[in-house]
């Protein structure tokens, strides 16, 4: 689990583009010792380059795994992938935060810390912007996951700060607004040059600037219970400017690659279910979320095909292999959800889900062959066209996309739906309804377009017609509800809209309780306090001294002011 691939430093790419150099002239005393380059003889677009890479495998992970990302972090608590207890205070260790740590503080920031002033000084402003916005969306996710971090005093080891204070969630949120803002300001300055290969946008700045105030948006989101009238001002104002994320072709994501050699340019999701590995230890999606998007209306929501690949139509001889998902009922006394560990019903006659539920934490029996994979989008996998095929492991590098996916960090989608969600709660600007079906859209539309290349022909893609029909049995039943199932309504599309970024669906779980009918923990009947923020990483409070390591995992962040119990 802690088996990380790392990028190559910057000061070696920066040396090897000089040793490239140096073949072509005779002078070898340009650089007395090549090994060892100051900032100001490393190339300002490798360090944005650096950094761009980074914050992608922040989001998703690393290769080969897939773990120990923003994602995953996000999706288990709250029954999108499968996590194991069975109580809360086991269903993490504080070491597996040990790297995503190390990788903000003593990489990403450092390398932002260090581009800025040589940026600024080589009037490269929309390079200093993007910089600044990478790191308002690092941030943002550190104080979402773990309350109250260091900032102000962060990467200042040159200062002679090595054990940097922590600052209330609260002051890094008013932090990250106005260094939003600054960077909107950087991107309108007039510039020498944008960056030669810009990995997410391709110099684009007004999509930047859309994603700038997009975060704006969901920092106002986000506080929404700690200061609403702020909050609807901050949204309103956004909305009304028009400059953000509403169409997907503006939303912000990494587009991985295809290569299988080193270093592996694939999504790290497809690496770990397609390539040798397979799902060899804890990769189970949670039966609950396959059963969300299965079951929930009368017919399959038209995502699913792309999100999941079957690799079984049914399981005759599956108790062979482990006796107690087929033959076996496991259905304690307070268990609410499906009778079986392993599967979900066919209740619209979509049958070969195969996943586990909440927080069960028994050992992992031979089924490679019998999980349900993550498929098409985002991961770059293939197509559920009813084929199924055991490519659990398959090491077929060509499978689908052959891994060509995206971390999709900022998503109009997801932007409609927050906007649905401050619309019903909070009274802004737009009509709920309208926002919900727009999001809900954008989703699917996305979903399909990207998926087009594997599913078009095989009879099964999410056609305009699936697309209409489903969206209006969930608008049927929005209009059916009262406000606290229409709440409902708009966080389970949130939670589809967010399969493989995680992070959107645990900050929505915990702002608003909803969905409120989430599966329960499958073996204790009350597994403890629910993660309201996760542990500290285990080198951060061993080894800075202004950092005590939580008593349990249970402390609210900031901006969520729900009483206690209130998710679990």
């Given at each position: 689990?802690?088996?990380?691939?790392?990028?190559?430093?910057?000061?070696?790419?920066?040396?090897?583009?000089?040793?490239?150099?140096?073949?072509?002239?005779?002078?070898l005393d340009v650089q007395p010792n090549p090994n060892f380059l100051s900032p100001e003889q490393s190339d300002i677009d490798f360090f944005l380059n650096a950094i761009q890479i980074r914050i992608a495998n922040l989001h998703s992970g690393t290769e080969g795994r897939g773990e120990n990302g923003w994602a995953q972090f996000g999706m288990e608590p709250v029954r999108i992938q499968h996590g194991f207890g069975p109580t809360y205070r086991d269903f993490y260790d504080?070491?597996?935060?040990?790297?995503?740590?190390?990788?903000?503080?003593?990489?990403?920031?450092?390398?932002?810390?260090?581009?800025?002033?040589?940026?600024?000084?080589?009037?490269?402003?929309?390079?200093?912007?993007?910089?600044?916005?990478?790191?308002?969306?690092?941030?943002?996710?550190?104080?979402?996951?773990?309350?109250?971090?260091?900032?102000?005093?962060?990467?200042?080891?040159?200062?002679?700060?090595?054990?940097?204070?922590?600052?209330?969630?609260?002051?890094?949120?008013?932090?990250?607004?106005?260094?939003?803002?600054?960077?909107?300001?950087?991107?309108?300055?007039?510039?020498?040059?944008?960056?030669?290969?810009d990995l997410y946008y391709g110099g684009d700045e007004g999509k930047w600037r859309k994603a700038a105030n997009t975060m704006r948006l969901r920092l106002a989101v986000q506080s929404r219970l700690v200061s609403p009238a702020a909050s609807a001002a901050t949204i309103n104002s956004i909305v009304g400017g028009g400059q953000f994320i509403a169409s997907s072709a503006d939303d912000l994501q990494f587009q991985w690659g295809t290569s299988n050699a080193a270093p592996?340019?694939?999504?790290?999701?497809?690496?770990?279910?397609?390539?040798?590995?397979?799902?060899?230890?804890?990769?189970?999606?949670?039966?609950?979320?396959?059963?969300?998007?299965?079951?929930?209306?009368?017919?399959?929501?038209?995502?699913?095909?792309?999100?999941?690949?079957?690799?079984?139509?049914?399981?005759?001889?599956?108790?062979?292999?482990?006796?107690?998902?087929?033959?076996?009922?496991?259905?304690?006394?307070?268990?609410?959800?499906?009778?079986?560990?392993?599967?979900?019903?066919?209740?619209?006659?979509?049958?070969?889900?195969?996943?586990?539920?909440?927080?069960?934490?028994?050992?992992?029996?031979?089924?490679?062959?019998?999980?349900?994979?993550?498929?098409?989008?985002?991961?770059?996998?293939?197509?559920?066209?009813?084929?199924?095929?055991?490519?659990?492991?398959?090491?077929?590098?060509?499978?689908?996309?052959?891994?060509?996916?995206?971390?999709?960090?900022?998503?109009?989608?997801?932007?409609?739906?927050?906007?649905?969600?401050?619309?019903?709660?909070?009274?802004?600007?737009?009509?709920?309804?309208?926002?919900?079906?727009?999001?809900?859209?954008?989703?699917?539309?996305?979903?399909?377009?990207?998926?087009?290349?594997?599913?078009?022909?095989?009879?099964?893609?999410?056609?305009?017609?699936?697309?209409?029909?489903?969206?209006?049995?969930?608008?049927?039943?929005?209009?059916?509800?009262?406000?606290?199932?229409?709440?409902?309504?708009?966080?389970?599309?949130?939670?589809?809209?967010?399969?493989?970024?995680?992070?959107?669906?645990?900050?929505?779980?915990?702002?608003?309780?909803?969905?409120?009918?989430?599966?329960?923990?499958?073996?204790?009947?009350?597994?403890?306090?629910?993660?309201?923020?996760?542990?500290?990483?285990?080198?951060?409070?061993?080894?800075?001294?202004?950092?005590?390591?939580?008593?349990?995992?249970?402390?609210?962040?900031?901006?969520?002011?729900?009483?206690?119990?209130?998710?679990?």
């Amino acid at each position: 689990m802690k088996n990380r691939f790392k990028f190559i430093g910057l000061a070696f790419i920066a040396t090897s583009m000089l040793l490239i150099n140096g073949c072509e002239t005779t002078d070898l005393d340009v650089q007395p010792n090549p090994n060892f380059l100051s900032p100001e003889q490393s190339d300002i677009d490798f360090f944005l380059n650096a950094i761009q890479i980074r914050i992608a495998n922040l989001h998703s992970g690393t290769e080969g795994r897939g773990e120990n990302g923003w994602a995953q972090f996000g999706m288990e608590p709250v029954r999108i992938q499968h996590g194991f207890g069975p109580t809360y205070r086991d269903f993490y260790d504080p070491g597996d935060f040990d790297q995503i740590w190390d990788d903000v503080y003593s990489e990403l920031l450092i390398d932002i810390r260090t581009m800025t002033p040589l940026a600024e000084e080589a009037e490269l402003y929309t390079h200093v912007a993007i910089g600044q916005i990478i790191e308002a969306y690092a941030m943002m996710n550190m104080v979402d996951l773990f309350g109250d971090v260091p900032y102000s005093e962060a990467a200042r080891g040159v200062e002679g700060i090595f054990n940097p204070a922590v600052d209330s969630g609260a002051d890094i949120y008013a932090a990250l607004d106005a260094l939003l803002q600054d960077a909107i300001a950087n991107i309108q300055k007039s510039e020498l040059a944008l960056p030669t290969n810009d990995l997410y946008y391709g110099g684009d700045e007004g999509k930047w600037r859309k994603a700038a105030n997009t975060m704006r948006l969901r920092l106002a989101v986000q506080s929404r219970l700690v200061s609403p009238a702020a909050s609807a001002a901050t949204i309103n104002s956004i909305v009304g400017g028009g400059q953000f994320i509403a169409s997907s072709a503006d939303d912000l994501q990494f587009q991985w690659g295809t290569s299988n050699a080193a270093p592996d340019s694939r999504h790290p999701y497809f690496d770990a279910n397609y390539d040798g590995a397979g799902p060899s230890s804890d990769f189970y999606t949670c039966n609950y979320y396959m059963n969300l998007m299965a079951n929930q209306y009368t017919a399959i929501d038209p995502r699913i095909r792309y999100y999941m690949y079957r690799q079984q139509s049914n399981y005759d001889g599956a108790d062979n292999i482990t006796k107690e998902c087929v033959n076996e009922p496991l259905v304690p006394s307070w268990w609410t959800g499906f009778d079986y560990y392993c599967t979900v019903p066919a209740t619209n006659g979509y049958g070969g889900l195969w996943g586990r539920n909440h927080m069960d934490d028994d050992g992992i029996p031979p089924d490679d062959a019998f999980r349900t994979l993550h498929g098409t989008y985002p991961i770059g996998g293939p197509f559920d066209a009813e084929d199924f095929r055991n490519v659990s492991g398959s090491t077929a590098v060509s499978e689908g996309l052959a891994g060509a996916g995206i971390s999709p960090m900022l998503l109009a989608a997801n932007t409609h739906l927050m906007l649905a969600e401050s619309a019903l709660e909070l009274g802004t600007a737009g009509d709920a309804r309208t926002y919900l079906e727009t999001g809900v859209r954008e989703s699917m539309n996305k979903v399909a377009a990207f998926g087009a290349p594997v599913a078009t022909g095989s009879g099964f893609e999410a056609t305009p017609a699936l697309i209409d029909a489903h969206i209006a049995r969930i608008l049927a039943a929005y209009d059916a509800a009262d406000n606290t199932g229409k709440l409902r309504i708009i966080a389970e599309q949130v939670f589809i809209a967010s399969w493989c970024d995680g992070m959107t669906a645990y900050n929505t779980y915990r702002r608003t309780g909803q969905p409120d009918n989430l599966s329960p923990a499958f073996v204790v009947e009350n597994p403890g306090n629910f993660l309201r923020s996760m542990w500290y990483p285990q080198t951060a409070s061993d080894n800075n001294t202004n950092i005590s390591q939580k008593a349990n995992p249970d402390t609210p962040v900031f901006w969520d002011t729900n009483p206690p119990g209130f998710v679990n």
